[in-house]
Protein backbone atom coordinates (compact mmCIF):
# COMPACT_ATOMS: atom_id res chain seq x y z
CA UNK A 1 0.00 0.00 0.00
CA UNK A 2 1.26 3.41 -0.71
CA UNK A 3 2.82 5.63 2.06
CA UNK A 4 0.77 8.58 2.52
CA UNK A 5 1.29 12.01 4.51
CA UNK A 6 -0.75 14.90 5.61
CA UNK A 7 -0.75 18.44 4.01
CA UNK A 8 -2.64 21.37 4.67
CA UNK A 9 -4.19 23.09 1.74
CA UNK A 10 -6.00 26.57 1.18
CA UNK A 11 -9.27 25.91 -0.69
CA UNK A 12 -9.62 29.06 -1.68
CA UNK A 13 -6.49 30.00 -3.36
CA UNK A 14 -4.36 26.92 -3.17
CA UNK A 15 -1.57 27.16 -1.05
CA UNK A 16 -0.31 24.15 0.12
CA UNK A 17 1.87 23.90 3.62
CA UNK A 18 3.34 20.69 5.13
CA UNK A 19 2.76 22.35 8.83
CA UNK A 20 -0.33 23.41 10.53
CA UNK A 21 -0.73 27.49 10.32
CA UNK A 22 -3.81 28.29 11.51
CA UNK A 23 -4.66 30.24 8.81
CA UNK A 24 -3.57 30.71 5.21
CA UNK A 25 -1.05 33.11 4.93
CA UNK A 26 -2.10 34.18 1.27
CA UNK A 27 -5.21 35.18 1.45
CA UNK A 28 -5.61 35.10 5.70
CA UNK A 29 -8.48 33.06 5.86
CA UNK A 30 -9.16 30.19 7.75
CA UNK A 31 -9.40 28.20 5.13
CA UNK A 32 -6.56 25.50 5.66
CA UNK A 33 -7.84 22.09 5.49
CA UNK A 34 -5.90 18.82 6.34
CA UNK A 35 -5.53 16.00 3.60
CA UNK A 36 -3.83 12.72 3.11
CA UNK A 37 -1.87 12.33 0.23
CA UNK A 38 0.52 9.84 -1.45
CA UNK A 39 4.09 10.33 -1.41
CA UNK A 40 5.36 11.23 -4.39
CA UNK A 41 6.58 8.54 -7.01
CA UNK A 42 2.85 6.73 -5.73
CA UNK A 43 0.32 8.34 -7.31
CA UNK A 44 -1.13 6.08 -10.01
CA UNK A 45 -1.81 9.01 -12.29
CA UNK A 46 1.92 8.84 -13.37
CA UNK A 47 1.78 5.34 -13.91
CA UNK A 48 2.27 3.76 -17.26
CA UNK A 49 4.88 4.34 -20.34
CA UNK A 50 6.32 7.65 -21.12
CA UNK A 51 6.02 9.42 -24.67
CA UNK A 52 8.89 9.12 -27.66
CA UNK A 53 10.91 12.08 -28.84
CA UNK A 54 9.47 13.39 -32.11
CA UNK A 55 10.58 15.98 -34.63
CA UNK A 56 7.69 18.69 -34.94
CA UNK A 57 8.00 18.62 -38.65
CA UNK A 58 7.04 14.49 -38.47
CA UNK A 59 4.05 14.60 -36.52
CA UNK A 60 0.96 14.28 -39.37
CA UNK A 61 -1.40 16.90 -39.10
CA UNK A 62 -5.07 16.76 -36.79
CA UNK A 63 -7.73 18.02 -39.60
CA UNK A 64 -10.77 17.01 -37.66
CA UNK A 65 -14.12 18.86 -37.82
CA UNK A 66 -15.71 20.42 -34.81
CA UNK A 67 -18.43 18.79 -33.28
CA UNK A 68 -21.88 20.60 -33.44
CA UNK A 69 -23.60 21.05 -29.76
CA UNK A 70 -26.76 21.93 -31.80
CA UNK A 71 -26.67 25.44 -29.96
CA UNK A 72 -25.22 27.94 -32.82
CA UNK A 73 -24.47 30.89 -29.71
CA UNK A 74 -22.39 27.68 -27.99
CA UNK A 75 -20.73 26.70 -31.05
CA UNK A 76 -19.95 30.43 -31.52
CA UNK A 77 -17.90 31.05 -27.98
CA UNK A 78 -16.12 27.89 -28.76
CA UNK A 79 -14.56 29.03 -31.86
CA UNK A 80 -16.93 27.38 -34.56
CA UNK A 81 -18.07 23.64 -31.84
CA UNK A 82 -16.09 21.21 -29.97
CA UNK A 83 -12.31 19.84 -30.90
CA UNK A 84 -12.43 16.42 -29.74
CA UNK A 85 -9.92 15.18 -27.22
CA UNK A 86 -10.50 18.47 -25.31
CA UNK A 87 -11.76 19.88 -21.69
CA UNK A 88 -14.08 22.40 -21.76
CA UNK A 89 -14.90 24.15 -17.80
CA UNK A 90 -18.05 25.72 -17.49
CA UNK A 91 -18.44 27.78 -14.37
CA UNK A 92 -21.26 30.20 -13.35
CA UNK A 93 -23.32 31.37 -10.03
CA UNK A 94 -26.10 28.68 -8.85
CA UNK A 95 -28.74 29.05 -10.50
CA UNK A 96 -27.94 30.36 -13.20
CA UNK A 97 -28.36 27.99 -16.50
CA UNK A 98 -25.38 25.83 -16.44
CA UNK A 99 -26.63 22.59 -16.11
CA UNK A 100 -29.48 23.33 -18.73
CA UNK A 101 -27.16 24.78 -21.15
CA UNK A 102 -24.75 21.32 -21.39
CA UNK A 103 -28.02 19.44 -21.26
CA UNK A 104 -29.58 21.02 -23.98
CA UNK A 105 -25.69 20.67 -25.40
CA UNK A 106 -25.68 16.80 -24.89
CA UNK A 107 -28.99 16.12 -26.77
CA UNK A 108 -27.69 18.46 -29.75
CA UNK A 109 -25.09 16.18 -29.78
CA UNK A 110 -26.85 13.00 -29.69
CA UNK A 111 -28.95 14.63 -32.37
CA UNK A 112 -25.95 14.74 -34.66
CA UNK A 113 -25.51 10.76 -33.81
CA UNK A 114 -22.52 10.82 -31.59
CA UNK A 115 -22.31 8.70 -28.07
CA UNK A 116 -22.91 11.25 -24.90
CA UNK A 117 -23.20 9.95 -21.61
CA UNK A 118 -23.95 12.87 -18.71
CA UNK A 119 -22.73 12.10 -15.20
CA UNK A 120 -24.73 13.81 -12.47
CA UNK A 121 -23.21 14.12 -9.06
CA UNK A 122 -26.14 16.46 -7.46
CA UNK A 123 -29.08 14.86 -8.90
CA UNK A 124 -30.60 11.24 -8.93
CA UNK A 125 -31.18 9.57 -11.83
CA UNK A 126 -35.41 10.71 -11.27
CA UNK A 127 -34.70 14.31 -10.96
CA UNK A 128 -32.12 14.47 -13.77
CA UNK A 129 -35.26 13.13 -15.80
CA UNK A 130 -37.75 15.49 -14.03
CA UNK A 131 -35.66 18.30 -15.32
CA UNK A 132 -35.41 16.68 -18.79
CA UNK A 133 -38.93 16.83 -19.10
CA UNK A 134 -39.71 20.40 -17.68
CA UNK A 135 -37.57 20.94 -20.45
CA UNK A 136 -39.48 19.43 -23.03
CA UNK A 137 -36.41 17.17 -23.60
CA UNK A 138 -36.66 13.54 -24.51
CA UNK A 139 -33.15 12.19 -24.52
CA UNK A 140 -33.87 8.98 -25.73
CA UNK A 141 -30.03 8.21 -26.88
CA UNK A 142 -28.53 9.80 -24.38
CA UNK A 143 -26.59 7.90 -21.61
CA UNK A 144 -26.81 9.26 -18.18
CA UNK A 145 -25.18 8.07 -14.75
CA UNK A 146 -25.47 8.94 -10.90
CA UNK A 147 -22.39 8.43 -9.22
CA UNK A 148 -19.45 10.15 -7.65
CA UNK A 149 -16.06 7.87 -7.44
CA UNK A 150 -13.96 8.49 -10.04
CA UNK A 151 -13.16 4.69 -10.71
CA UNK A 152 -16.44 3.68 -11.09
CA UNK A 153 -17.14 6.92 -13.06
CA UNK A 154 -13.90 5.96 -15.55
CA UNK A 155 -15.03 2.05 -16.07
CA UNK A 156 -18.19 3.02 -17.31
CA UNK A 157 -16.53 5.40 -19.76
CA UNK A 158 -13.62 2.76 -20.89
CA UNK A 159 -17.10 0.14 -21.25
CA UNK A 160 -19.43 2.87 -23.38
CA UNK A 161 -16.46 4.33 -25.47
CA UNK A 162 -18.44 7.60 -25.83
CA UNK A 163 -17.43 10.32 -27.92
CA UNK A 164 -18.30 13.17 -25.29
CA UNK A 165 -18.91 12.93 -21.47
CA UNK A 166 -20.44 15.45 -19.43
CA UNK A 167 -19.21 16.14 -15.66
CA UNK A 168 -21.71 18.25 -13.40
CA UNK A 169 -19.84 19.03 -11.40
CA UNK A 170 -16.08 18.35 -10.65
CA UNK A 171 -17.07 19.32 -6.80
CA UNK A 172 -18.76 16.00 -6.21
CA UNK A 173 -16.58 13.63 -7.83
CA UNK A 174 -13.92 12.43 -5.78
CA UNK A 175 -10.88 8.81 -5.59
CA UNK A 176 -11.44 7.47 -2.22
CA UNK A 177 -7.41 6.52 -2.20
CA UNK A 178 -6.74 9.96 -1.90
CA UNK A 179 -8.58 10.94 1.32
CA UNK A 180 -9.77 13.95 2.14
CA UNK A 181 -13.47 15.26 1.35
CA UNK A 182 -15.24 16.01 -2.16
CA UNK A 183 -14.48 19.06 -3.46
CA UNK A 184 -11.59 20.07 -1.43
CA UNK A 185 -8.14 20.82 -3.28
CA UNK A 186 -6.52 17.63 -3.92
CA UNK A 187 -9.52 16.19 -5.34
CA UNK A 188 -10.74 18.34 -8.21
CA UNK A 189 -6.77 18.66 -8.98
CA UNK A 190 -6.13 15.26 -9.04
CA UNK A 191 -9.64 13.79 -11.04
CA UNK A 192 -9.15 17.14 -13.54
CA UNK A 193 -5.81 16.02 -13.98
CA UNK A 194 -6.73 12.24 -14.60
CA UNK A 195 -10.07 13.30 -16.94
CA UNK A 196 -7.32 15.84 -19.13
CA UNK A 197 -5.25 12.44 -19.08
CA UNK A 198 -8.34 10.56 -20.57
CA UNK A 199 -9.77 13.36 -23.34
CA UNK A 200 -6.12 13.00 -25.06
CA UNK A 201 -5.72 9.66 -24.56
CA UNK A 202 -8.80 8.43 -26.20
CA UNK A 203 -10.17 11.84 -27.64
CA UNK A 204 -12.95 12.43 -25.80
CA UNK A 205 -14.27 15.76 -25.01
CA UNK A 206 -14.99 16.22 -21.92
CA UNK A 207 -17.55 19.15 -20.27
CA UNK A 208 -16.96 19.94 -16.88
CA UNK A 209 -19.24 21.72 -14.71
CA UNK A 210 -17.33 23.72 -12.07
CA UNK A 211 -18.86 25.60 -8.86
CA UNK A 212 -18.03 29.66 -8.14
CA UNK A 213 -17.27 31.22 -4.94
CA UNK A 214 -19.00 34.25 -3.13
CA UNK A 215 -16.74 36.34 -5.30
CA UNK A 216 -17.36 35.11 -8.47
CA UNK A 217 -14.20 32.95 -9.24
CA UNK A 218 -14.07 29.64 -10.45
CA UNK A 219 -13.33 27.37 -6.56
CA UNK A 220 -10.73 25.51 -6.22
CA UNK A 221 -7.28 25.50 -7.16
CA UNK A 222 -6.37 28.56 -9.75
CA UNK A 223 -4.39 25.58 -11.67
CA UNK A 224 -7.43 23.81 -12.62
CA UNK A 225 -7.87 26.56 -15.46
CA UNK A 226 -4.50 26.08 -16.86
CA UNK A 227 -5.09 22.51 -16.69
CA UNK A 228 -8.34 22.34 -19.42
CA UNK A 229 -8.53 23.89 -23.07
CA UNK A 230 -11.46 25.74 -22.50
CA UNK A 231 -12.48 27.95 -19.64
CA UNK A 232 -16.18 29.18 -20.52
CA UNK A 233 -17.76 31.64 -17.70
CA UNK A 234 -22.08 32.11 -17.69
CA UNK A 235 -23.17 35.33 -16.57
CA UNK A 236 -26.04 37.25 -15.63
CA UNK A 237 -28.74 37.96 -12.71
CA UNK A 238 -30.84 34.70 -12.19
CA UNK A 239 -33.50 37.32 -11.72
CA UNK A 240 -33.15 38.39 -14.77
CA UNK A 241 -33.81 36.27 -17.99
CA UNK A 242 -30.79 37.27 -20.15
CA UNK A 243 -27.40 35.15 -19.70
CA UNK A 244 -23.89 35.59 -21.64
CA UNK A 245 -21.75 32.93 -22.29
CA UNK A 246 -18.39 34.06 -22.49
CA UNK A 247 -14.81 32.36 -23.22
CA UNK A 248 -12.42 33.64 -21.10
CA UNK A 249 -9.71 30.47 -22.25
CA UNK A 250 -9.55 29.18 -25.76
CA UNK A 251 -6.89 26.92 -27.13
CA UNK A 252 -8.75 26.69 -29.90
CA UNK A 253 -10.57 29.96 -30.78
CA UNK A 254 -10.81 33.35 -29.66
CA UNK A 255 -11.48 34.50 -26.25
CA UNK A 256 -13.52 37.85 -27.54
CA UNK A 257 -17.11 36.01 -28.73
CA UNK A 258 -19.85 35.69 -26.57
CA UNK A 259 -23.22 34.39 -26.54
CA UNK A 260 -26.60 35.27 -25.45
CA UNK A 261 -28.89 33.66 -24.47
CA UNK A 262 -33.03 34.40 -22.38
CA UNK A 263 -34.09 31.75 -19.81
CA UNK A 264 -37.89 30.59 -20.60
CA UNK A 265 -39.85 28.00 -19.02
CA UNK A 266 -38.70 25.61 -22.12
CA UNK A 267 -34.89 26.19 -21.06
CA UNK A 268 -31.88 28.40 -22.87
CA UNK A 269 -33.43 29.84 -25.94
CA UNK A 270 -30.73 31.95 -27.98
CA UNK A 271 -31.06 35.79 -29.44
CA UNK A 272 -30.83 36.67 -32.72
CA UNK A 273 -30.96 40.15 -32.33
CA UNK A 274 -30.17 41.24 -28.57
CA UNK A 275 -30.34 44.91 -29.47
CA UNK A 276 -34.03 44.65 -30.32
CA UNK A 277 -34.95 42.56 -27.27
CA UNK A 278 -32.73 44.98 -24.85
CA UNK A 279 -34.72 48.20 -26.82
CA UNK A 280 -38.01 46.71 -27.08
CA UNK A 281 -39.26 48.53 -23.79
CA UNK A 282 -37.73 51.79 -24.32
CA UNK A 283 -39.91 55.11 -23.49
CA UNK A 284 -39.92 57.59 -26.30
CA UNK A 285 -38.81 60.97 -24.75
CA UNK A 286 -37.92 60.18 -21.74
CA UNK A 287 -35.20 61.99 -19.52
CA UNK A 288 -32.50 60.16 -18.08
CA UNK A 289 -32.18 57.55 -21.44
CA UNK A 290 -29.56 57.14 -23.32
CA UNK A 291 -28.74 54.14 -26.50
CA UNK A 292 -25.31 53.28 -26.92
CA UNK A 293 -23.64 50.93 -28.84
CA UNK A 294 -21.09 48.53 -26.47
CA UNK A 295 -18.88 45.34 -27.88
CA UNK A 296 -19.83 42.03 -26.61
CA UNK A 297 -17.01 40.44 -27.93
CA UNK A 298 -16.61 40.70 -31.30
CA UNK A 299 -20.96 41.51 -31.18
CA UNK A 300 -22.04 44.97 -31.17
CA UNK A 301 -25.13 45.40 -29.47
CA UNK A 302 -27.39 48.15 -28.38
CA UNK A 303 -28.26 48.41 -24.78
CA UNK A 304 -29.98 51.63 -22.97
CA UNK A 305 -28.54 53.62 -20.09
CA UNK A 306 -31.09 54.89 -17.42
CA UNK A 307 -30.25 57.38 -15.59
CA UNK A 308 -32.28 59.09 -12.59
CA UNK A 309 -30.75 62.15 -10.64
CA UNK A 310 -32.73 63.06 -7.20
CA UNK A 311 -32.38 65.81 -4.59
CA UNK A 312 -31.62 63.56 -1.37
CA UNK A 313 -33.59 64.41 1.92
CA UNK A 314 -32.77 62.24 3.95
CA UNK A 315 -29.96 64.89 5.26
CA UNK A 316 -27.10 61.66 5.42
CA UNK A 317 -24.77 61.41 2.43
CA UNK A 318 -26.32 61.14 -0.91
CA UNK A 319 -27.00 57.42 -2.47
CA UNK A 320 -25.09 56.25 -5.33
CA UNK A 321 -26.41 53.41 -6.76
CA UNK A 322 -25.08 51.73 -10.14
CA UNK A 323 -26.55 48.09 -11.84
CA UNK A 324 -24.97 46.99 -14.65
CA UNK A 325 -21.86 49.41 -14.43
CA UNK A 326 -18.66 49.62 -11.98
CA UNK A 327 -19.90 51.93 -9.26
CA UNK A 328 -15.97 53.26 -9.06
CA UNK A 329 -16.26 54.70 -13.21
CA UNK A 330 -19.89 55.73 -12.10
CA UNK A 331 -18.12 58.27 -9.36
CA UNK A 332 -15.59 59.56 -11.26
CA UNK A 333 -18.60 60.25 -14.20
CA UNK A 334 -20.06 62.08 -11.16
CA UNK A 335 -17.39 64.17 -10.31
CA UNK A 336 -16.32 65.42 -13.64
CA UNK A 337 -20.04 66.54 -14.41
CA UNK A 338 -19.69 68.09 -11.51
CA UNK A 339 -16.24 69.62 -11.89
CA UNK A 340 -16.46 70.00 -15.46
CA UNK A 341 -19.74 70.76 -16.74
CA UNK A 342 -20.85 72.75 -13.48
CA UNK A 343 -24.09 70.43 -11.92
CA UNK A 344 -24.44 70.54 -8.46
CA UNK A 345 -24.96 66.61 -7.87
CA UNK A 346 -23.37 66.75 -4.60
CA UNK A 347 -26.70 66.72 -2.77
CA UNK A 348 -28.38 64.78 -5.04
CA UNK A 349 -29.38 60.49 -4.83
CA UNK A 350 -28.20 58.91 -7.95
CA UNK A 351 -29.29 55.46 -9.64
CA UNK A 352 -27.84 54.23 -12.61
CA UNK A 353 -29.47 51.16 -14.68
CA UNK A 354 -27.71 49.42 -17.50
CA UNK A 355 -31.97 48.06 -18.76
CA UNK A 356 -31.90 43.88 -18.99
CA UNK A 357 -29.40 43.05 -16.23
CA UNK A 358 -26.32 43.60 -18.91
CA UNK A 359 -22.99 43.93 -17.22
CA UNK A 360 -20.63 46.64 -19.08
CA UNK A 361 -17.35 47.01 -18.27
CA UNK A 362 -15.65 49.23 -21.21
CA UNK A 363 -15.15 53.10 -20.81
CA UNK A 364 -16.88 53.29 -24.40
CA UNK A 365 -19.83 53.87 -22.06
CA UNK A 366 -18.98 56.61 -20.15
CA UNK A 367 -20.26 59.68 -22.85
CA UNK A 368 -23.75 57.57 -22.62
CA UNK A 369 -23.48 57.31 -18.99
CA UNK A 370 -22.91 61.28 -18.39
CA UNK A 371 -25.27 62.32 -20.93
CA UNK A 372 -28.16 60.26 -18.56
CA UNK A 373 -27.41 62.02 -15.63
CA UNK A 374 -27.31 65.39 -17.06
CA UNK A 375 -30.54 64.80 -18.87
CA UNK A 376 -32.23 63.86 -15.62
CA UNK A 377 -30.65 66.40 -13.62
CA UNK A 378 -31.96 68.99 -16.27
CA UNK A 379 -35.41 67.19 -16.64
CA UNK A 380 -34.45 67.43 -20.56
CA UNK A 381 -34.96 64.23 -23.27
CA UNK A 382 -31.67 63.54 -25.49
CA UNK A 383 -32.45 63.70 -28.83
CA UNK A 384 -34.23 61.10 -30.65
CA UNK A 385 -33.02 59.03 -33.23
CA UNK A 386 -29.25 59.46 -31.62
CA UNK A 387 -26.81 56.77 -30.51
CA UNK A 388 -23.58 58.22 -27.97
CA UNK A 389 -20.69 56.53 -27.37
CA UNK A 390 -17.09 57.64 -26.02
CA UNK A 391 -14.83 57.75 -23.00
CA UNK A 392 -14.72 60.37 -20.90
CA UNK A 393 -11.34 61.79 -18.95
CA UNK A 394 -10.91 63.77 -16.21
CA UNK A 395 -10.60 66.66 -17.71
CA UNK A 396 -13.75 66.14 -19.33
CA UNK A 397 -12.55 65.57 -22.85
CA UNK A 398 -13.85 62.40 -24.96
CA UNK A 399 -11.68 60.25 -26.22
CA UNK A 400 -11.65 58.09 -29.51
CA UNK A 401 -13.10 54.37 -28.82
CA UNK A 402 -12.14 51.24 -30.76
CA UNK A 403 -14.35 49.19 -33.53
CA UNK A 404 -17.06 52.26 -34.09
CA UNK A 405 -17.50 50.60 -37.85
CA UNK A 406 -19.51 47.82 -36.10
CA UNK A 407 -20.86 49.82 -33.74
CA UNK A 408 -22.29 52.13 -36.33
CA UNK A 409 -23.36 49.41 -38.45
CA UNK A 410 -25.73 48.04 -35.50
CA UNK A 411 -27.29 51.19 -34.78
CA UNK A 412 -28.17 51.87 -38.63
CA UNK A 413 -29.93 47.95 -38.75
CA UNK A 414 -31.97 49.26 -35.65
CA UNK A 415 -33.12 52.52 -37.45
CA UNK A 416 -30.88 55.23 -35.51
CA UNK A 417 -29.96 57.92 -37.73
CA UNK A 418 -27.35 60.21 -35.76
CA UNK A 419 -24.03 59.28 -33.46
CA UNK A 420 -22.42 61.54 -30.88
CA UNK A 421 -18.84 60.56 -31.18
CA UNK A 422 -15.56 61.58 -30.63
CA UNK A 423 -13.67 63.73 -32.87
CA UNK A 424 -10.68 61.37 -32.67
CA UNK A 425 -12.79 58.86 -34.47
CA UNK A 426 -13.63 60.76 -37.50
CA UNK A 427 -10.20 60.04 -39.43
CA UNK A 428 -10.73 56.45 -39.27
CA UNK A 429 -14.55 56.49 -40.24
CA UNK A 430 -13.97 54.72 -43.65
CA UNK A 431 -17.94 55.33 -44.66
CA UNK A 432 -20.22 57.25 -42.50
CA UNK A 433 -23.93 56.02 -43.62
CA UNK A 434 -25.64 58.05 -41.14
CA UNK A 435 -25.03 61.55 -39.39
CA UNK A 436 -22.30 61.73 -37.09
CA UNK A 437 -21.70 64.66 -35.09
CA UNK A 438 -18.32 64.77 -33.61
CA UNK A 439 -16.92 66.07 -30.32
CA UNK A 440 -14.16 67.00 -27.82
CA UNK A 441 -15.14 67.55 -24.45
CA UNK A 442 -18.21 66.18 -22.59
CA UNK A 443 -19.85 69.88 -22.47
CA UNK A 444 -19.79 70.27 -25.81
CA UNK A 445 -21.85 67.14 -26.36
CA UNK A 446 -24.15 68.15 -23.48
CA UNK A 447 -24.60 71.41 -25.57
CA UNK A 448 -25.66 69.28 -28.46
CA UNK A 449 -27.23 66.80 -27.22
CA UNK A 450 -30.21 68.12 -25.27
CA UNK A 451 -33.84 68.81 -27.07
Not at 81 to 108: C, F, H, Y
Not at 147 to 153: A, G, L, P, V, W
Not at 354 to 379: F, K, N, Q
Request: hydrophobic residues 40%; glycine residues 12%; neutral net charge.
Amino acid sequence: MAKTKSVFNCHECGYKTYKWAGYCPVCKGDTLIEEQVIAAGKSPRFSGEGGELTLLEQIPSLEQERLNTGIKELNRVLGGGVVPGSVVLVGGDPGIGKSTLLLQAALGLVAEGLQVIYVTGEESLAQLKMRAARLGLSGESLFVLADTEYSRIESKIKDCHPQVVIIDSIQTVMKSELGGIPGSVIQIREVTASLVQMAKKKQITFFIIGHVTKEGVLAGPRILEHMVDCVLNFEGDRYQTFRILRATKNRFGSTSESGIFTMEAGGLMEVQNPSALFLSERPSSSPGSAVTPVMEGNRPLLVEIQGLVSPSYSGGIPRRTATGLDINRASMLIAVLEKRVGLPLTSCDIFINVVGGVRIMEPAVDLAVALALASSYRDRPLKAGTMFVGEVGLTGEVRPVGRLEGRLQEGQKMGYDCCLLPRGNIRSLLKKEMEIVPVSSLAEALDLSLD
